[in-house]
Nanobody, 126 residues
Framework: QVRLIESGGGLVQAGGSLRLSCAAS????????MGWFRQAPGKEREFVAA????????YYSDSAKGRFTISRDNGENTGYLQMNSLKPDDTAVYYC???????????????????WGRGTQVTVSS
C-alpha cells in the first residue's frame, strides 16, 4: 500500500509561485509514474503533469506547459510541482497520484492511476 501526502498549497497573488510536494510511503514510489491533477469547484478533476519513474520524461497539460515543472527525488520518495506565473484559473485542489502504468497514461481519460493523495488547496487571488 502506498500513501501520498501533499503539502505546499496556500494563497498566492496572481503572478506568484508555489511549490507543491508529494511525500510517498512505501517502496513502490520509485517504480511508478507520478502525476499531479487538480479539481476546481464545480469542475471535473483534470490532468496537470506527469513524470516517468526515473524522472527522465515529463508530460504537461496545455495549461501547465511553460509555467509548471514536475520533478521527483526517488531517494527521498518525494515528488514536486513547481508552479510559476500563477493565474486565478489555477485555483483548485491539487492531487498527487502514482501509477504502475506509463506516465503518459495518466493524461488519458479516465486516467490510469493506482494511488491518490488527499489533495492540497491552491488559491490564486487576482
Amino acid at each position: 500500500q502506498v500513501r501520498l501526502i501533499e503539502s505546499g498549497g496556500g494563497l498566492v497573488q496572481a503572478g506568484g509561485s508555489l511549490r507543491l510536494s508529494c511525500a510517498a510511503s512505501g517502496r513502490t514510489f520509485s517504480s511508478g509514474a507520478m502525476g499531479w491533477f487538480r479539481q476546481a469547484p464545480g469542475k471535473e478533476r483534470e490532468f496537470v503533469a506527469a513524470v516517468s519513474s526515473s524522472g527522465t520524461n515529463t508530460y504537461y497539460s496545455d495549461s501547465a506547459k511553460g509555467r509548471f515543472t514536475i520533478s521527483r527525488d526517488n531517494g527521498e520518495n518525494t515528488g514536486y510541482l513547481q508552479m510559476n506565473s500563477l493565474k486565478p484559473d489555477d485555483t483548485a485542489v491539487y492531487y498527487c497520484a502514482l501509477a504502475r502504468s506509463s506516465f503518459f497514461m495518466m493524461s488519458v481519460r479516465p486516467p490510469q492511476v493506482d494511488y491518490w493523495g488527499r489533495g492540497t488547496q491552491v488559491t490564486v487571488s487576482s
